[in-house]
């Protein structure tokens, strides 16, 4: 799938309980009545049910003085879930409890002091809080693609919270690990992104990752998980919660089932030819537990497609089946029967011919530059490259074939020495041998082919890059400055649209868009553009029309914006 380790940073995140949780025996004076509504209270907050766990809370409450260390406790909790950390923390100090790393007041003073000073907007289900700069240019995009989300979730699943969701950006990995019961290391090792805990949903900026990754799918993904764990009152397993969230987080943008890569593909169709699937129940307790990444990737496929296959059957009310099943009580086969309206051993065997029929490239693809989520602040020599016609053999380092990289590298000394006929003929002749396989391949050899104005080559070369690779920014970019000196306002458009859902903070990609948002006349759009491209410009908002003047013009190779800001993503 597009990003096998976030999701299994997930699958931890989801496993790992804060430190001190209490239910009623952390309570022996509180009997009969009183201890059962703790029991409730317990079951209400891990079942996601928080109406219910705000009912039981003032059950208790008549039962219990108002001092009580559980009347504390448990007000803190819902506090904390409710986003009124402040509250969490008075509360959870007066519960006398441990605050060992991880502790929900442990949490809760750390999201606290890193919330504290966040901005905030609103739309009508969603706020979101971020960190007052550039991360206010996500703003209007999250938003939109939250809502429209929610509308197709509620009409595929059949659930929609009454309530606002709560959407928190963080700067980087180490305040995602504050925030959560993750540690650093394992958001590292796993590449974990964005996490559906505590009733809200954490997402990294996109900046803190050298190139950007699929950041509005992964806002998608993760309300998914919000849904399902909502509706099914949190019995959904690991492997359902998984298959369901990736086969869905594309619908914002689509229909569902449009997140599978080529890359992932490939990696199943290694697994089925070779016979190395993951059998369900190998996958309990959690996919997180397999023994490695490329198992945990090939099972994450596996779900994908097991999905797949009951929507194709019963379209969105098989999967409303699904969670209506698991809610009142079933376990996940029942589920699955009613859902596919067969027996298990079944579904089984029609899962299993339907992952044979895919049409499997033959061949294992090297994941693109968003799927690989490169930390910047694990990789300080990538976050400080520059734009422009930097020289980089380490681009090459992933193509296998040996005399295609030797090609790429006599590509680049060429490139180097501006001799652009000639790096062209060596890039062509690397492409050639391994055709689309390799993200930057593609891309040093279309911007030869751009350099030298040969534009249907390079447009060619570009489009089957993103064949192979979708959504990759820096291939949307190049193609996008082709489309746009052609002014080819709609197709630009999408280019740079895509560019954005993966690297949203490259300054060029709003100024592009601006420029096509004024030539079509796309008002709302051109207010959009501008004011982010101020933002990440640095310019008062009247300047971005002259800038938008400077773009499109006859070099299409050396960037015609640069902000001089080592920090942001670059290609």
């Given at each position: 799938?597009?990003?096998?380790?976030?999701?299994?940073?997930?699958?931890?995140?989801?496993?790992?309980?804060?430190?001190?949780?209490?239910?009623?025996?952390?309570?022996?004076?509180?009997?009969?009545?009183?201890?059962?509504?703790?029991?409730?209270?317990?079951?209400?907050?891990?079942?996601?049910?928080?109406?219910?766990?705000?009912?039981?809370?003032?059950?208790?409450?008549?039962?219990?003085?108002?001092?009580?260390?559980?009347?504390?406790?448990?007000?803190?909790?819902?506090?904390?879930?409710?986003?009124?950390?402040?509250?969490?923390?008075?509360?959870?100090?007066?519960?006398?409890?441990?605050?060992?790393?991880?502790?929900?007041?442990?949490?809760?003073?750390?999201?606290?002091?890193?919330?504290?000073?966040?901005?905030?907007?609103?739309?009508?289900?969603?706020?979101?809080?971020?960190?007052?700069?550039?991360?206010?240019?996500?703003?209007?995009?999250?938003?939109?693609?939250?809502?429209?989300?929610?509308?197709?979730?509620?009409?595929?699943?059949?659930?929609?919270?009454?309530?606002?969701?709560?959407?928190?950006?963080?700067?980087?990995?180490?305040?995602?690990?504050?925030?959560?019961?993750?540690?650093?290391?394992?958001?590292?090792?796993?590449?974990?992104?964005?996490?559906?805990?505590?009733?809200?949903?954490?997402?990294?900026?996109?900046?803190?990752?050298?190139?950007?990754?699929?950041?509005?799918?992964?806002?998608?993904?993760?309300?998914?998980?919000?849904?399902?764990?909502?509706?099914?009152?949190?019995?959904?397993?690991?492997?359902?919660?998984?298959?369901?969230?990736?086969?869905?987080?594309?619908?914002?943008?689509?229909?569902?089932?449009?997140?599978?890569?080529?890359?992932?593909?490939?990696?199943?169709?290694?697994?089925?030819?070779?016979?190395?699937?993951?059998?369900?129940?190998?996958?309990?307790?959690?996919?997180?537990?397999?023994?490695?990444?490329?198992?945990?990737?090939?099972?994450?496929?596996?779900?994908?497609?097991?999905?797949?296959?009951?929507?194709?059957?019963?379209?969105?009310?098989s999967l409303k089946t699904?969670?209506?099943?698991?809610?009142?009580?079933?376990?996940?086969?029942?589920?699955?029967?009613?859902?596919?309206?067969?027996?298990?051993?079944?579904?089984?065997?029609?899962?299993?011919?339907?992952?044979?029929?895919?049409?499997?490239?033959?061949?294992?693809?090297?994941?693109?530059?968003?799927?690989?989520?490169?930390?910047?602040?694990?990789?300080?020599?990538?976050?400080?490259?520059?734009?422009?016609?930097?020289?980089?053999?380490?681009?090459?380092a992933e193509v296998k074939?040996?005399?295609?990289?030797?090609?790429?590298?006599?590509?680049?000394?060429?490139?180097?020495?501006?001799?652009?006929?000639?790096?062209?003929?060596?890039?062509?002749?690397?492409?050639?041998?391994?055709?689309?396989?390799?993200?930057?391949?593609?891309?040093?050899?279309?911007?030869?082919?751009?350099?030298?104005?040969?534009?249907?080559?390079?447009q060619a070369v570009l489009?089957?890059?993103?064949?192979?690779?979708?959504?990759?920014?820096?291939?949307?970019?190049?193609?996008?400055?082709?489309?746009?000196?052609?002014?080819?306002?709609?197709?630009?458009?999408?280019?740079?649209?895509?560019?954005?859902?993966?690297?949203?903070?490259?300054?060029?990609?709003?100024?592009?868009?601006?420029?096509?948002?004024?030539?079509?006349?796309?008002?709302?759009?051109?207010?959009?553009?501008?004011?982010?491209?101020?933002?990440?410009?640095?310019?008062?908002?009247?300047?971005?029309?002259?800038?938008?003047?400077?773009?499109?013009?006859?070099?299409?190779?050396?960037?015609?914006?640069?902000?001089?800001?080592?920090?942001?993503?670059?290609?």
């Amino acid at each position: 799938m597009s990003r096998p380790h976030a999701t299994l940073g997930l699958l931890l995140a989801l496993l790992t309980l804060p430190a001190g949780a209490v239910g009623a025996d952390a309570f022996p004076e509180l009997q009969g009545e009183a201890r059962a509504r703790i029991q409730n209270l317990e079951q209400n907050l891990a079942d996601w049910q928080l109406d219910q766990a705000r009912t039981e809370l003032a059950e208790l409450k008549k039962l219990a003085n108002e001092d009580h260390e559980a009347v504390h406790y448990f007000s803190g909790r819902i506090a904390f879930e409710e986003g009124r950390y402040a509250d969490a923390v008075k509360d959870l100090a007066a519960a006398k409890l441990s605050e060992k790393p991880g502790s929900y007041l442990s949490l809760a003073k750390d999201t606290q002091q890193i919330t504290a000073q966040y901005a905030r907007a609103e739309s009508e289900h969603f706020i979101i809080a971020y960190p007052k700069g550039k991360d206010e240019i996500l703003v209007p995009w999250a938003l939109e693609a939250l809502e429209a989300q929610r509308a197709a979730m509620e009409k595929d699943l059949g659930w929609a919270p009454r309530e606002k969701v709560r959407v928190e950006v963080v700067a980087n990995a180490r305040e995602l690990a504050k925030v959560s019961t993750l540690t650093f290391e394992s958001i590292r090792t796993t590449g974990t992104i964005a996490i559906c805990k505590f009733n809200k949903l954490m997402v990294t900026s996109p900046k803190a990752v050298v190139r950007g990754y699929d950041w509005l799918d992964t806002l998608a993904h993760e309300y998914v998980h919000y849904v399902v764990g909502n509706a099914s009152k949190n019995t959904v397993p690991i492997w359902m919660h998984e298959g369901l969230a990736k086969y869905l987080e594309s619908r914002w943008r689509g229909p569902a089932g449009g997140a599978m890569t080529p890359s992932t593909l490939a990696l199943l169709g290694s697994r089925v030819r070779s016979n190395k699937l993951i059998p369900f129940e190998k996958m309990h307790p959690s996919m997180a537990l397999l023994p490695t990444a490329e198992d945990a990737a090939t099972a994450f496929a596996e779900v994908f497609f097991a999905v797949d296959l009951v929507h194709r059957q019963g379209g969105a009310a098989s999967l409303k089946t699904l969670l209506q099943k698991m809610a009142a009580g079933v376990n996940d086969k029942q589920a699955m029967e009613a859902a596919f309206k067969q027996p298990w051993p079944v579904f089984e065997k029609q899962w299993m011919a339907h992952l044979k029929s895919q049409p499997f490239p033959k061949d294992l693809i090297p994941p693109s530059s968003q799927d690989k989520k490169e930390l910047a602040e694990t990789m300080p020599g990538k976050a400080k490259e520059k734009k422009g016609r930097e020289i980089s053999f380490g681009d090459f380092a992933e193509v296998k074939e040996t005399d295609a990289r030797k090609w790429a590298h006599l590509g680049e000394l060429m490139r180097e020495r501006n001799r652009m006929t000639a790096a062209a003929e060596h890039y062509g002749r690397a492409h050639a041998m391994v055709g689309d396989r390799y993200e930057a391949l593609s891309n040093k050899y279309a911007l030869s082919l751009l350099e030298l104005k040969r534009l249907p080559e390079a447009q060619a070369v570009l489009e089957g890059s993103l064949r192979v690779h979708p959504g990759s920014a820096q291939t949307n970019v190049h193609l996008g400055r082709l489309l746009l000196r052609q002014k080819d306002w709609p197709r630009a458009k999408l280019a740079f649209l895509d560019a954005l859902a993966a690297n949203p903070f490259d300054e060029e990609v709003h100024v592009s868009l601006y420029k096509v948002a004024r030539a079509t006349g796309d008002a709302a759009l051109t207010s959009r553009t501008r004011a982010a491209a101020a933002v990440l410009l640095g310019i008062p908002a009247a300047e971005v029309e002259a800038v938008a003047k400077e773009l499109g013009g006859e070099d299409l190779v050396t960037d015609p914006i640069s902000s001089g800001d080592a920090g942001l993503p670059t290609r």
